[in-house]
């Protein structure tokens, strides 16, 4: 049972990226699935999340720029990053989970890892010029 991020990567600013969260071993479209970053010196917040019934939920800091979407015949779930600023710059984290809703994920202080049901290792983002 493993889920994974991967995707990262360097981009300019105003470049985009694609991340891809997959699962091994269990069924995605069970669970909330949540995007969390952490920058360098910051605390880890929660950026997106892609719910059971298809709701999603993003962070103003990426509203509008960010896309999540499940593809259940690979059990993954995407975040397309769009627009992309320095700030942006991050070590990007998935996670699964059955009762943690997706308004709590991107509002909420994130919980430790072994909190969620499943946790993948991070993937880095670099925008740079």
């Known amino acids: 049972v493993q889920l994974q991020a991967f995707g990262g990567g360097l981009v300019q600013p105003g470049g985009s990226l694609r991340l891809s969260c997959a699962a091994s071993?269990?069924?995605?479209?069970?669970?909330?699935i949540g995007w969390f970053r952490q920058a360098p010196g910051k605390e880890r917040e929660g950026i997106s999340c892609?719910?059971?019934?298809?709701?999603?939920e993003y962070a103003d800091s990426v509203k509008g720029r960010f896309t999540i979407s499940r593809d259940d015949a690979s059990n993954t779930v995407y975040l397309q990053m769009t627009n992309l600023k320095y700030e942006d710059t991050a070590v990007y984290y998935c996670?699964?989970?059955?009762?943690?809703?997706?308004?709590?994920?991107?509002?909420?202080?994130?919980?430790?890892?072994?909190?969620?049901?499943?946790w993948g290792q991070g993937t880095l983002v670099t925008v740079s010029s």
């Open positions: 996670a699964a989970d059955y009762s943690l809703l997706c308004i709590a994920i991107v509002t909420t202080t994130p919980l430790a890892d072994h909190q969620y049901h499943y």
């Open positions: 071993g269990f069924t995605l479209d069970y669970y909330n």
């Open positions: 892609h719910s059971r019934d298809g709701s999603t």
